[in-house]
């Protein structure tokens, strides 16, 4: 299946922290929510390894925990799931397409307007 | 960019349509970004002119497309790099031993293909992590257990195929493995096993089939892509018992381990007994206290588990305690678990044991010497380590060691790395060869390593004039007479490569 460049069908176009605009639909929130549980949970959940290290980094300034954070810029979110870090490492076209980085995204920035 | 070696730019460009002909052209990458996802993060020789670092990448999803590339890489010459899922980190990660390597990607070969609970076997293809058959497994009820390494993320094929090993009864993985499907150098397709016989019954259930059984030349190995594999399940425990045996002194070690062994002989330790030291010791900063003898006072634990009826596992561990009881001042800890178990509820110490799946943290420059199964030999492994890394201004006091057959421990050392710091780094290469010239004069050897260092371990398994390596280079010369695949692994060359063995001495 070739990853999709783009989101079809747009139900909301959320305004997002890095001012990169992005479509979120339930949908592709849902489905956000599914690969960060499938990929990302096992070091960023509660006590996670990554989370421990965000806690220092943060000093509780902004959430430890990934999924709480009501700040995050989609377009960030993307280019650092496909950079290399020593922190975390890339994912790979095989691992998460175009359109699975963007709904990983869109869950993330889904509460964004919380804050606003 | 780099490509090949012997290709000019067109013809690398010609080869690469070819390929994107038979995988699509969204399943070729050549691109600065997508590349750098197919570099190792944790390379010792990272952003550096010698890092091995990909000349393209190229990810098939059916055992066919595999076929049709390997043959275009004879046409081309293309050499090419193999992972399941790179995430082999510690041990180079997704990148090969050379520079100009096309990757060749089996993450889309994700299809889970049989999970049979009566007969306690699964069918995966390379692409699947233990993640993923784990919950492929929890959703439908199957009561089956994986055996599952640190990494969770990694491929059950990949880290089974490098020795990867876990922490149940099967963590002896590859004695668990049944019947492969394999892709040549040359692009033919053989089944293993009972697999050779077309529409065999017992494929998973019977390992050896009929004359020379061949699976054990594609472990760790430049002589085929494996594309599908059969592996034993363990059926859920009514009981699952997980233990830890306490001890206080640096020497206790030695007990610890040695009464260890005749339960392990036995089988009445099933699983891979653990040896851990207490505290955080390591091989970075910041060890705990220090005793007289140089050595951190914390001590060592040991982590065992049994599975089955409760009477039997309440019987098997009382008999455990008897053996360590009069070991001074030992404490014993358990925990029990029955029908019905929610394993995603069980405390985290205790997942392992029980086949769940996680994410380890830690990727140095592993080096995992093979020990006698002795705690004698553990304690001058430490000890011998350490002087060697104290010439590096380092220190080493151990890391976990794994009974995870029988017979023998293996430590997991490594060398620690500092992201951006290429002269330390540099120096841990070093370190680590030092750890496998020193240790190969006292009979020990690694059991998997990482490729900056593979032909520097090749080099110790030298009986009889490197005989066994004139026996791979003569596989490697049947099999693949134009040397497409995995140049470099475990030492293991083309002919062409082979005067100039080894990139960093080339």
């Known amino acids: 299946m070739r990853p999709r460049k783009g989101l079809a069908v ?15 639909t339930a949908e592709t929130v849902d489905t956000g929510r599914r690969i960060y549980a499938n990929w990302c949970v096992h070091c960023h959940r509660e006590g996670g390894s990554a989370t421990r290290v965000l806690e220092q980094r943060y000093q509780g300034k902004v959430p430890a925990v990934v999924e709480e954070r009501t700040d995050l810029a989609a377009a ?40 606003r | 960019m780099a490509i090949p070696q012997g290709l000019t730019e067109q013809q690398f460009s010609t080869a690469l349509n070819e390929l994107a002909g038979v995988v699509g052209r969204d399943w070729v990458f050549r691109s600065r970004e997508i590349l750098e996802t197919y570099r190792d993060v944790y390379s010792p020789y990272r952003n550096q002119a010698d890092e091995p670092v990909a000349s393209a990448a190229v990810a098939p999803a059916t055992v066919e497309q595999v076929q049709q590339v390997v043959r275009i ?29 096309v990757t060749l990607d089996l993450k889309r070969m994700n299809r889970i293909l049989d999970v049979n609970e009566e007969h306690a076997y699964a069918v995966v293809e390379p692409g699947v992590s233990f993640f993923e058959l784990y919950r492929y497994v929890q959703e439908r009820g199957i009561k089956l257990w994986l055996d599952v390494p640190g990494p969770g993320w990694g491929s059950l094929v990949g880290n089974t ?65 494996v594309t599908k594999m059969g592996m034993w399940l363990m059926p859920e425990p009514e009981t699952y018992l997980s233990c830890a045996i306490a001890v206080s002194g640096w020497d206790d070690l030695v007990p610890l381990v040695n009464r260890m062994r005749p339960l392990r002989h036995a089988n009445l330790v099933s699983n891979n007994a653990t040896f851990r030291p207490r505290g955080p010791v390591g091989g970075g900063p910041g060890g705990s206290a220090l005793g007289p003898n140089g050595f951190p006072t914390g001590g060592w634990d040991v982590t065992v588990a049994f ?24 404490e014993f800890q358990s925990r029990k678990y029955k029908q019905p178990m929610n394993r995603d509820a069980f405390d985290p110490a205790d997942r392992s044991q029980a086949g769940v799946p996680g994410l380890v943290q830690g990727h140095p420059v592993f080096m995992s010497p093979v020990l006698p199964f002795t705690g004698e030999a553990c304690l001058e492994c430490i000890q011998v380590f350490d002087r060697i890394a104290q010439r590096y201004g380092r220190r080493y006091f151990g890391s976990w060691m794994h ?39 006292r009979g020990w050897g ?26 791979h280079h003569t596989l490697k010369d049947a099999l693949d007479p134009n040397g497409v695949l995995a140049p470099g692994k475990n030492g293991i060359w083309p002919r062409e490569l082979r005067d100039r063995r080894g990139r960093r001495s080339a």
């Open chain 2, 161 to 225: 195929l490098e020795h990867g090993m876990g922490y149940t009864p099967y963590c002896d993985r590859m004695a668990f493995q049944c019947g492969m499907e394999v892709v040549l150098p040359n692009g033919d397709l053989v089944r293993t096993g009972m697999g050779a016989l077309p529409g065999a019954s017992t494929w998973q259930m019977y390992k050896h089939g009929l004359g020379p059984n061949v699976d054990g030349l594609f472990y760790q190995s430049p002589f085929g892509i």
């Open chain 2, 73 to 101: 890489a004879n046409t081309y010459r293309l050499p090419l790099w193999v992972f399941s899922t790179g995430r082999n980190y510690g041990y180079g990660g997704p990148a090969g031993v050379t520079r100009d390597a």
């Open chain 2, 446 to 471: 690694a059991y998997r390593i990482h490729t900056a260092l593979m032909d520097d371990t090749r080099a110790i398994y030298s009986f009889n004039d490197h005989a066994l390596l004139r026996l």
């Open chain 1, 10 to 24: 747009a139900v909301c176009v959320a305004t997002l922290g890095g001012g990169a605009l992005a479509a979120q």
């Open chain 2, 403 to 441: 009974a995870d057959s029988p017979h023998s421990i293996i430590t997991t050392s490594g060398a620690e790395l500092r992201a951006g710091d290429e002269a330390y780094n540099r120096q841990s290469v070093e370190l680590a060869k030092a750890w496998i010239r020193e240790g190969a004069a």
């Open chain 1, 76 to 115: 960030r979110i993307v280019r650092l799931l496909r950079t290399q870090t020593p922190g975390m490492t890339a994912f790979r076209p095989t691992d998460l397409t175009d359109s699975d980085v963007e709904a990983v995204a869109a869950y993330l920035t889904r509460n964004n307007a919380l804050k």
């Open chain 2, 307 to 330: 599975y089955g009826p409760e009477k039997i596992v309440d019987q098997q561990w009382e008999h455990v305690r008897d053996v360590y009881a009069t070991l001074p001042g030992v």
